[in-house]
């Protein structure tokens, strides 16, 4: 099966990108592993006449939304995210009505039709530094209400407005004190995602993205506590398998494990589901994209 996809890919001039949470033997065979961000400027960049996102809904749309001429497909039609589905576009109209002179952030965790309403998007890797460039004191921030605390706690002299109050992830909302404390009694560092719940964020050692934590596991040897969707341990522990990480088995993303090989066969075999986006929907939401990658570039 691998065989027939790596086969597949280079007879369609496809690129296959996965995100970090994706199952290992999806990993394997993709040209571009990350997180959200990552994803979001290689798929700008490539030349690929094909491009398969393993992952969830909303990087499907968002590589489209950057290659609007190219085809994008995800394998599985299904594969969504319950933290996008808890921001909707009326939501944020009626936001910026009670704040009008607020500007909309918006988690690149979301609908193609939630970030057409923004003024730029984010990744947990960027959110900091993309509300610190806003000249805007009110800083409307959805869906995830975690990350608008950690960037919150960050910038003081903002004031961010959670959209809607309790978005989360729910993955990310089941890591615990009991957790840390476990943790600390056998020892080594808790290191965890920005969508955690900001009582274990102010008890880690690290608070930081998928694509962070891949960039500072390069250095020291101490064990780490990942706080994050499992599959992101053991990403690490092939980069660096020297290095001992945990995870917590039952943090696991149900739609990040519904691509299997065979779905990725056949998605490439058929060229089937391709992302279909309005081009109004696309234009507006790509300036928010591409006005957030020029902030990090």
């Known amino acids: ?47 690929a006449d094909l491009i398969v996102v393993c992952g969830v809904r909303f990087m499907a749309e ?54 057409a309403l923004a003024d730029i998007t984010c990744t947990s890797a960027n959110a900091v530094q993309v509300v610190r460039s806003l000249p805007n004191d009110t800083i409307l921030f ?28 729910y993955v990310h909302t089941g890591f615990t004190l009991a957790d840390v404390e476990a943790a600390r009694r056998k020892g080594g560092m808790v290191v965890c995602h920005p969508e955690c719940l900001p009582v274990v964020q102010e008890q880690a050692d690290l608070i930081v993205s998928t694509g962070g934590m891949v960039r500072d596991a390069a250095s020291g040897d101490e064990p780490w506590w990942v ?18 990480f945990y995870e917590k088995p039952g943090a696991v993303c149900a739609d990040m494990k519904k691509i299997s090989l065979g779905d990725l066969r056949r998605a490439l075999d058929r060229e089937e589901h391709e992302v279909v986006l309005s081009p109004e929907v696309m234009n507006r939401a790509r300036r928010a994209i591409e006005r957030m990658i020029a902030v990090g570039a």
Do not use: W
Not at 27 to 33: E, K, N, T
Not at 68 to 73: A, E, F, G, L, Q
């Open 1 to 47: 099966m691998e065989k027939d996809i790596r086969a597949l890919k280079a007879e369609k001039n496809a690129l296959i990108m996965a995100h970090n949470y994706q199952p290992m033997e999806i990993q394997v065979l993709a040209d571009v592993v990350g997180d959200s961000l990552e994803l979001a400027v290689k798929a700008k960049e490539t030349g």
């Open 227 to 244: 706080f994050t969707e499992r599959e992101m341990a053991s990403r690490l522990r092939v980069l660096y398998p020297e290095r001992v």
């Open 142 to 169: 959805g869906p995830d209400a975690n990350l608008a605390a950690y960037v919150q706690r960050e910038l003081p002299e903002k004031t961010i407005v959670p959209v809607p109050p309790g978005g989360h992830c």
């Open 62 to 115: 968002t590589a489209k939304i950057l290659n609007p001429d190219k085809k994008v497909i995800i394998p599985v039609e299904d594969a969504g995210c319950p933290l996008a589905d808890f921001l909707t576009p009326d939501l944020i109209r009626e936001a910026k009505e009670r704040y009008p002179d607020a500007a909309v952030v918006v988690y690149v965790n979301s609908t193609a039709e939630s970030k």
